[in-house]
Structure formats: structure tokens, C-alpha cells
């Protein structure tokens, strides 16, 4: 009751062209340039990035990650659903270090990965976990971002039968994605997909934006 008030008293506007009711209208998702380049070797089975990390999709992601706009991860969510297949045993969110969570209030990945999980009528899994914290990988070279997060994640809950899709939002070098696969793997789910909403289309080895 409290939202809809709010929705009749500042609604949305979405925040490429302005269009009333829409965080991001389909017109402007329709325009956002797709991701077509290279995909990073990251250890699964296949890799969907979803669009290239500029425009309307960055500053989405901007406002979800950042500004607390927890709405965006159900649009975003909405474009990954629409990108990877159905057959999955569960969906997982590549979790963000706890430092950055309790900055925040919330993990956007898990908001991803459970507007995923609820679309596609599958089991949202929360078993992956981050064993230590990580420096942020801004402003880190390819070496040093692989080196900052080894052996990171952990695996702390049942084992799924079947292949399972991991989520994030943003894959710069794919260092952090790949010690998450490892750990999944370790716990015997040898069946790893990983979705994710966008990658920067030049050089994402000197993104200036953070995985995590």
C-alpha cells in the first residue's frame, strides 16, 4: 500500500528517454547495445553476458549498486531471464564481500539472482560464499585481480543435481566469476553457467568499474 502511494506520488520515469511507469521502458532496453565481443574463459559450461556496460544498462547498474535503487535488479533481472535457457537446478549469486553488503544494506547479485530464480520458477541457492574479504579490483592490473581473489568463495550448502546458472552484474576480467565456478565445482556441481547483465566492450582489464 505504502509503494503504490509512492509510485502516484513520484512514479517512475525511466532513465533513458523520461517514459512515465518505467524505471528502464522496453524501447530503451530494446536500444542498449548488446554484447557481442570475446567472453571471458572462466571455467563453465556456457557464459551470457546480456550488454555491453554503457548508456542506459550502466547507469541502471549505478543506481542499484550504488544509490540504493533496489527496484533496478528486477528490470535488469528480466534481460537475463530472457537470455539463458530454462533447465537449470538452481540459480546462485556470486556474492559481493561483506564490507561492500553492509555498506549497502543488501547484496545486488542476490537481488539479481532471486528476481531470476522467482521468474524462471527455480530454487534460489544461497550456498556460495565469500571465505575472506577482497580489496576492490578497480584499480588493480589483470595479475593482481586474479591474485586478490584466489581461493575466495566457498561452497556452504547442499549440493545441487544438475547444472546451475551463477549471477552477477558487471564481468570485467572474469577473475572473481572464475574462483566462484572453482568453488562450486569443489562441491561437486561440475555443470556451472554463468549469466551476467553487462561487460565493458574495450579493454574490461582497465575497467574503472568494481566487480563485486
Given amino acids: ?65 550504488y544509490c540504493g535503487k533496489r527496484r533496478y ?24 564481500a561483506e564490507s561492500r553488503i553492509a555498506h549497502r544494506g ?30 576492490a579490483q578497480a584499480h588493480l592490473s589483470r595479475q593482481q585481480r586474479a591474485h586478490n581473489v584466489a581461493a575466495a568463495f566457498g561452497w556452504r550448502g547442499p549440493s545441487l543435481s544438475g547444472r546451475v546458472l551463477l549471477i552477477d552484474d558487471i564481468c570485467t576480467t572474469g577473475a572473481t566469476v572464475r574462483e566462484a565456478i572453482l568453488a562450486i565445482k569443489a562441491a561437486g556441481m561440475l555443470e556451472v553457467d554463468v549469466a551476467v547483465v553487462a561487460r565493458g566492450k574495450t579493454n574490461p582489464s582497465r575497467s574503472n568499474e568494481r566487480e563485486g
Fill in 1 to 65: 500500500m505504502f509503494e503504490r502511494l509512492l509510485q502516484w506520488i513520484y512514479p517512475d520515469l525511466c532513465i533513458g528517454c523520461g517514459k512515465l511507469g518505467h524505471l528502464v521502458c522496453a524501447a530503451c532496453l530494446a536500444r542498449a547495445p548488446r554484447y557481442s565481443d570475446p567472453l571471458p574463459d572462466v571455467g563453465a559450461q556456457h557464459v551470457y553476458v546480456c550488454f555491453v556496460y554503457t548508456a542506459v544498462i550502466r547507469q541502471a547498474l549505478l543506481l542499484l549498486k
Fill in 73 to 96: 535488479a528486477r528490470v535488469l533481472a528480466t534481460t537475463l531471464v530472457d537470455t539463458v535457457p530454462r533447465a537449470y537446478a538452481g540459480v546462485v549469486a556470486l556474492p559481493a
Fill in 106 to 135: 543488501y547484496d545486488q547479485a542476490v537481488l539479481l539472482a532471486q528476481s531470476v530464480a522467482d521468474d524462471l520458477q527455480l530454487p534460489y541457492c544461497p550456498g556460495l560464499v565469500r571465505t575472506r574479504d577482497t580489496t
